[in-house]
C-alpha cells in the first residue's frame, strides 16, 4: 500500500507525534487525564495502516471495555475516510483470550467448544468440592474460596505455583481446593473468567511454537488503560511482545481504580525494566476540561502520597467553576440535579452564556469552521457542523459580537455515581418528569432482576390474581416447584376458572402436588394471604410491609445466601425499592407509580442523559457531568474507611479524580444532608473529599440554612453562585438585545416537560405568589421590589443590596 496523506498528524501535539510515529521499538505513554493518551493510541494505528506498516489483522489492541474497542474501531475507520476491514484483534483482554483459547484448547485439555462459566456456576462448583471436602461452608463460606481463587487466577498461579506463603489460604486447605477446582473445570470442559488468561499465559509459557507464531501475527501491540492490567494480562503483554518488542501502551498511574479486582499499578513502573530502552513520552497539556475542573481535580489527587505526580495544564481559559451542592436529602438531589440539566437544554442558570467570551463574530467563525481549523478545540468529524449549527440557531443575524450562550443536549450530559443503587433516585425522577436517559453498563434500576422479583411479590400482595407476578416468583426462592408442578398449578386453575393462586390452594387442597413442594407451597400461600390482609393495616407502614413480605419469603435470605460477587450490588437495591417506599402513601400507589413511568419511557429514541458508576466512566468524557452522593460512607466508601491504612483510601480518591476529570466544560459535585436506607432516614456526612477540592476553583451553591451555610465565602446564600463579577457580566449581557432575543428562544423551546411540575408545590405557589412590582423580603438580603420573574426564578432590586437574582421560595411577601 503506497502511502497517503496523513492529515490526521496535524492533529497532534509533538509529544502525542512522537508516540504516533516512533513505530518500532517499544513506548511508554505516561499521562494524566484528557492528555491525548487514546486519541494517540488510535492515531497509531492509522498511522499503521495508512503508511503500509501493518494489516489490521496483525494489530493487537486491548482496550478495557468492548464499547472502547467499537469506539475506536470507529475512529479508525473515520480517520482512514473508508470502513477499515476487519480489525479482529481489537477488543478486551477477555475477548481475544476466548478466540486465542478456542483455537488451542487442545494444549491446555479442554476442547475448542469450552463453556465459560459466570460466576453462579462458579460458585455452586466450589459449593460442591466444598462439601466434599467437608468443610463448615458457614465458616468457610465458598465465596471466599472463589475470591481467593480470583486473585490467585490474576497474579497467573496455577495451583502449581501458588507460593507457600499462601498455604495457609482456607483455612489451609485453599491450594487443594484449587487444584480439585481445576480439574473438575476441564472434566466439564469449561472455564472461568480468570482462566482465559491463564491458559493463555500457561500455553505461551509452555509451547514455544505457540507463541512464536503469535509473536509473528501480532507485529504492533497496543495497550489503553495500561494502569489497570493485572499480572496475568501483563506476563500474556510481555509474552507476546517479547520477540519484536513492538508494544505501545497507555495509561496515568492516578487513574488506577481496578486495584480490589488484582490490577497492578507497578506494571507501568517496571515497563521500563522490562523493555529497556523504552521511548517514554509524557504528555502534559489537557485537552479536554476548563482550568477550574483541571484544578479541582489535580487538588484532590495532591493528596494521595502513593503516586508519580504529574502536573497537567490547559490553554483553554475561562469556564465556570466547580458546581459544589448541599441538599437536605437523596431525593431533592435528584430533583435539583433534573432542574440543572433543564436549564441546561434551555441554556439558562449556571449554563447561561459562555464564560469564555470569543471575540470573533459568528461569520468569522463560521469562515474558521469553512476551512476546517480548529474553533474551541480540536474536534473530529461532524463536531464542526454540530457547533456551526448551533452558532447560526444562536444568532441567525450573526451580527452580535457576543459571548455564545450554550445550550446543551442530553448526550452531553453524565451522572457518575460511586454505588449503583445511587442511581434509583435519578432514574425515578427523570421518569417523572420525562427526561430520556440510559444507564450504561447495567440495565435500569426497574428493570433489574431482583427489583422486578420484589415488585412482582407486592403485586401479588395487592393483587392476589396477578398471575405474571405468580408465575415469576412462585418458585423464586426455590421452593421444589418445578415446571411440572407449575404446569399442575397452571392446569388446576383453568379446569376451575381461577387465578393460579387460587389454583395452587386447590391443587394443594387436593393433594395433586407433595414433598416438599407442597409444604413451600403451602407457606408461600398462607404468607400471600397474610400479608394480604396487612395492606391498608393501620399500625403497619406500607414500607414495614414490604421488608415483611422480602423477609418471610425468603427472598431476602435468598440473596443473603449468595456468594456470588453480585449478591451485595442486589441486597442493596432492595434495601433501596423498600427506601423509595417512603414517597408514596402506600403500595398501590408505589406500583402505579412504577408501571406509569415505565409505561413513559417505552420506546424513546434519540437523546438521552448518561447514567453510570464511575468505574464504567473510565476513558470518557462529557461537556456536563454530575457528581453525586459526596458523602463518607458512600463516597468514599465505608469499606475504604474501614480498612486500616491508606490504601483503600488512596483508590477511592483516584476515583475521584477520574469522576473529574470526565467534564469538559461544567462539573457539579453534590452531596445530601440525609439520605433514607432502608426506609430510615440516616444522616450523612459530606465527604472528605469536599474538603479537599480547592477553595478558589469551587463555587458553593448551597443555600443558606442548610449545613448552617454554605461551604465558602463566594456565592454563599445564592443558589446561583454568581459571584459580583459574574453579576456585573451577567448584567451586561441581559441588556443587550441579542441577550434578551435568546431568552426569549429559550423561553419558546420546548423543555421535556412542562415547567409547572418542577418543584410542584413550591414553585406553583411562588409563580402565582408574586406580581411585577411587588415589595418583597429575602433573608440575607432584605427588603426590595421585583422587576423580574422568571419562572420560580425572581430578580430584584433589592434596598441594600442591589439587583439580584435570588429563588422565590427564599422570599416572602414583605408584610407576611
Ligand atoms: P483519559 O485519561 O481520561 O482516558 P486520554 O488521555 O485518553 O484521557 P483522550 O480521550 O484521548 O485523552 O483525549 C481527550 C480529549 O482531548 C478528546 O476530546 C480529544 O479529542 C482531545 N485531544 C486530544 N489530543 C488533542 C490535540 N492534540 N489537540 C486537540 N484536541 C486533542
Ligand atoms: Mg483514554
Known amino acids: 500500500m503506497a502511502a497517503r496523506p496523513m492529515p490526521y498528524l496535524d492533529d497532534l501535539n509533538p509529544a502525542q507525534r512522537e508516540a504516533v510515529e516512533t513505530l518500532e521499538g517499544p513506548v511508554l505513554m505516561l499521562a494524566g487525564a484528557g492528555t491525548g493518551k487514546t486519541k494517540a493510541l488510535t492515531t497509531r494505528m492509522v498511522h499503521l495502516l495508512n503508511t503500509g506498516t501493518a494489516r489490521p489483522n496483525e494489530i493487537l489492541a486491548v482496550t478495557f471495555t468492548n464499547k472502547a474497542a467499537r469506539e475506536m474501531k470507529n475512529r479508525v475507520g473515520r480517520m482512514m475516510g473508508e470502513a477499515v476491514e476487519g480489525m479482529p484483534w481489537l477488543g478486551t483482554f477477555h475477548s481475544i483470550c476466548v478466540k486465542l483459547l478456542r483455537r488451542h484448547a487442545e494444549l491446555v485439555e479442554l476442547k475448542s467448544n469450552f463453556t465459560i462459566l459466570d460466576a453462579d456456576d ?26 481467593i481463587i480470583d486473585q490467585w487466577k490474576n497474579r497467573a498461579w496455577t495451583p502449581e505455583n501458588v507460593p507457600a506463603s ?25 472455564v472461568d473468567f480468570g482462566d482465559l488468561l491463564l491458559h493463555m499465559v500457561t500455553i505461551f509459557q509452555t509451547h514455544d511454537d505457540v507463541l512464536a507464531q503469535y509473536r509473528r501475527w501480532f507485529r ?32 496515568d498511574d492516578d487513574q488506577s481504580i481496578y486495584g480490589w479486582r488484582g490490577a497492578e499499578v507497578g506494571n507501568i513502573l517496571r515497563f521500563e525494566k522490562d523493555f529497556p530502552g523504552a521511548h517514554v513520552v509524557r504528555l502534559e497539556q489537557n485537552y479536554r476540561s476548563t482550568p477550574h475542573i483541571l484544578a479541582a481535580a489535580s487538588g484532590v489527587i495532591a ?115 460511586r454505588a449503583s443503587h445511587q442511581m434509583r433516585a435519578f432514574e425515578d425522577r427523570f421518569l417523572t418528569i420525562g427526561l430520556p436517559y440510559r444507564v450504561i453498563g447495567g440495565p435500569r434500576f426497574y428493570e433489574r432482576m431482583e427489583i422486578r422479583d420484589a415488585m412482582a411479590y407486592f403485586r401479588l400482595v395487592v393483587s392476589p390474581a396477578d398471575d405474571l407476578a405468580f408465575e415469576r416468583i412462585v418458585n423464586t426462592p426455590k421452593r421444589g416447584l418445578g415446571d411440572k408442578a407449575q404446569q399442575k398449578i397452571q392446569m388446576t386453575a383453568r379446569q376451575n376458572g381461577v387465578s393460579l393462586l387460587e389454583g395452587a390452594a386447590i391443587l394443594l387442597d387436593e393433594k395433586g402436588i407433595g414433598g416438599k413442594g407442597a409444604t413451600e407451597l403451602a407457606k408461600l400461600i398462607d404468607g400471600l394471604r397474610r400479608w394480604g390482609r396487612l395492606v391498608g393495616d393501620q399500625k403497619l407502614s406500607h414500607i414495614e410491609l414490604a421488608e415483611m413480605v422480602l423477609d418471610e419469603s425468603g427472598y431476602t435470605e435468598m440473596w443473603q445466601n449468595d456468594k456470588t460477587p453480585e449478591a451485595p450490588g442486589r441486597l442493596e ?29 417505552a420506546g424513546q429514541d434519540g437523546e438521552k442523559i448518561s447514567i453510570m458508576t464511575l468505574h464504567a466512566a473510565k476513558g470518557l468524557e462529557f461537556p456536563v457531568v454530575f457528581l453525586p452522593g459526596w458523602e463518607d460512607g458512600l463516597f468514599p466508601s465505608q469499606r475504604s474507611m474501614d480498612e486500616s491504612g491508606q490504601k483503600g483510601l488512596e483508590e477511592e480518591r483516584r476515583l ?40 478558589e476553583h469551587i463555587d458553593d451553591l448551597t443555600p443558606p440554612g442548610i449545613f448552617g451555610g454554605g461551604y465558602g465565602a463566594v456565592g454563599m446564600g445564592d443558589p446561583f453562585g454568581s459571584n459580583i463579577e459574574d453579576r456585573a457580566a451577567e448584567a451586561n449581557v441581559y441588556n443587550s438585545p441579542g441577550w434578551k432575543r435568546l431568552q426569549a428562544r429559550a423561553a419558546e423551546r420546548p423543555l421535556s416537560q412542562p415547567k409547572e411540575s418542577r418543584n410542584m408545590v413550591i414553585d406553583a405557589q411562588a409563580i402565582s405568589a408574586h406580581t411585577m412590582g411587588e415589595r418583597v423580603f429575602h433573608q440575607k438580603f432584605g427588603y426590595g421590589a421585583i422587576i423580574g420573574i422568571e419562572g420560580d426564578k425572581l430578580e430584584i432590586d433589592f434596598e441594600k443590596a442591589g439587583v439580584k437574582h435570588v429563588v422565590a421560595r427564599f422570599v416572602s411577601g414583605a408584610d407576611d
Open 166 to 190: 499462601e498455604a495457609s489460604a482456607y483455612d489451609g486447605k485453599g491450594v487443594v481446593l484449587y487444584a480439585q477446582y481445576q480439574t473438575r473445570l476441564i472434566e466439564l470442559n469449561a
Open 220 to 251: 504492533y501491540i497496543l495497550v489503553d488503560e495500561y494502569q489497570d492490567t493485572n499480572v496475568a494480562q501483563y506476563l500474556w503483554l510481555r509474552l507476546l511482545a517479547g520477540g519484536h518488542k513492538n508494544i505501545c501502551c497507555v495509561g
Open 573 to 601: 437495591n432492595l434495601k433501596e425499592l423498600v427506601s423509595s417506599l417512603e414517597k408514596f402513601e402506600n403500595l398501590q400507589g408505589f406500583l402505579e407509580h412504577v408501571s406509569l413511568v415505565m409505561e413513559n419511557d
Open 656 to 695: 475521584a479524580y477520574v469522576g473529574i476529570t470526565r467534564a469538559e466544560e461544567i462539573c457539579t459535585i453534590s452531596y445530601a444532608s440525609d439520605r433514607i436506607i432502608y426506609g430510615r432516614r440516616q444522616p450523612q456526612y459530606k465527604s472528605r473529599f469536599i474538603d479537599e477540592l480547592p477553595e
Open 122 to 147: 462458579q460458585l455452586r462448583l466450589l459449593k460442591q468440592l466444598v462439601a466434599a471436602a467437608n468443610i463448615d461452608d458457614k465458616r468457610w463460606p465458598a465465596r471466599q474460596l472463589a475470591g
Open 303 to 417: 493528596e494521595n502520597k502513593d503516586r508519580l505526580g504529574k502536573e497537567l495544564w490547559t490553554e483553554a481559559r475561562g469556564g465556570k467553576k466547580v458546581g459544589l451542592m448541599g441538599l437536605w436529602d437523596g431525593e431533592e438531589e435528584a430533583r435539583w440535579v433534573g432542574e440543572q440539566i433543564e436549564d441546561a437544554q434551555a441554556g439558562l442558570g449556571r449554563f447561561k452564556y459562555r464564560e469564555n467570551p470569543r471575540s470573533i463574530t459568528i461569520e468569522q467563525e463560521a469562515e474558521r469552521l469553512a476551512k476546517g481549523g480548529v474553533v474551541s478545540k480540536n474536534v473530529e468529524g461532524d463536531i464542526h457542523q454540530v457547533n456551526l449549527q448551533r452558532a447560526e440557531a444562536l444568532s441567525p443575524t450573526g451580527k452580535d459580537n457576543l459571548p455564545l450562550p450554550k445550550t446543551y443536549n442530553l448526550d452531553e450530559i453524565a451522572i457518575l455515581v
